[in-house]
């Protein structure tokens, strides 16, 4: 039987990102960071350090990134869930380099308090919101832009052997993917990843 308050559906948009001009905001899930890099504008155009490892570990982010991932995508193309189970399990820093995204983790870590809960944000080339997602989440996007290119940083290699997902419609999530479903276009393989607590152990 499944408890219901446990595994409810969570999302917090990040509508008051930075209120006191921090650069990472805390989300309701443990671990789980929005981080909103400096931006210096002006009449040429625009800079800023999309990464420091001493601004991470200055939030105790100690994690060593080994490999960067891109992806272009058009509208309507729905990526997800993905995760890595041990030894190969990945944190993953994911943004947005073109375009528009809805951009869900669900945390699957087991023990947790929060376990089976989800947290969507947008995240596109104008708020230039980057999330953080430890290990032990299941993550995936929606493309809401014409086109748009995702690019992410993992702190682990990609093993096939070690790969699993969750079905990006599952009834127990109930994910507001922003979008109709039956409209989206989804991998066939993501489309026959089992509903949480089927799925592989992270």
């Given at each position: 039987m499944?408890?219901?308050?446990?595994?409810?559906?969570?999302?917090?948009?990040?509508?008051?990102?930075?209120?006191?001009?921090?650069?990472?905001?805390?989300?309701?899930?443990?671990?789980?960071?929005?981080?909103?890099?400096?931006v210096?504008?002006?009449?040429?155009?625009?800079?800023f350090?999309?990464?420091?490892e001493?601004?991470?570990?200055?939030?105790?982010?100690?994690?060593?990134?080994?490999?960067?991932?891109?992806?272009?995508?058009?509208?309507?193309?729905?990526?997800?869930?993905?995760?890595?189970?041990?030894?190969?399990?990945?944190?993953?820093?994911?943004?947005v380099?073109?375009?528009?995204?809805f951009?869900?983790?669900?945390?699957?870590?087991?023990?947790?308090?929060?376990?089976?809960?989800?947290?969507?944000?947008?995240?596109?080339?104008?708020?230039?919101?980057?999330?953080?997602?430890?290990?032990?989440?299941?993550?995936?996007?929606?493309?809401?832009?014409?086109?748009?290119?995702?690019?992410?940083?993992?702190?682990?290699?990609?093993?096939?052997?070690?790969?699993?997902?969750?079905?990006?419609?599952?009834?127990?999530?109930?994910?507001?993917?922003?979008?109709?479903?039956?409209?989206?276009?989804?991998?066939?393989?993501?489309?026959?990843?089992?509903?949480?607590g089927?799925?592989?152990?992270?």
């Amino acid at each position: 039987m499944v408890d219901g308050g446990r595994w409810a559906a969570l999302h917090r948009p990040p509508s008051t990102v930075n209120p006191t001009n921090m650069p990472f905001h805390k989300t309701d899930i443990e671990g789980l960071l929005l981080f909103q890099p400096r931006v210096f504008e002006d009449d040429r155009g625009y800079f800023f350090e999309s990464y420091n490892e001493n601004i991470f570990k200055e939030e105790g982010i100690e994690t060593s990134f080994v490999q960067d991932n891109q992806a272009f995508s058009g509208r309507g193309v729905l990526r997800g869930l993905h995760y890595q189970v041990p030894p190969f399990s990945q944190a993953k820093l994911v943004r947005v380099l073109q375009g528009e995204v809805f951009d869900v983790a669900v945390d699957i870590r087991e023990g947790s308090p929060t376990f089976g809960q989800w947290y969507g944000c947008i995240l596109s080339e104008s708020n230039k919101l980057q999330l953080f997602v430890p290990r032990g989440f299941a993550h995936g996007y929606v493309v809401l832009s014409e086109t748009a290119v995702f690019f992410y940083k993992c702190d682990n290699f990609y093993s096939k052997a070690h790969e699993g997902g969750i079905q990006p419609d599952c009834p127990v999530l109930n994910i507001d993917w922003q979008i109709d479903l039956e409209k989206a276009t989804i991998a066939e393989r993501d489309k026959s990843f089992p509903s949480i607590g089927g799925h592989r152990k992270s």
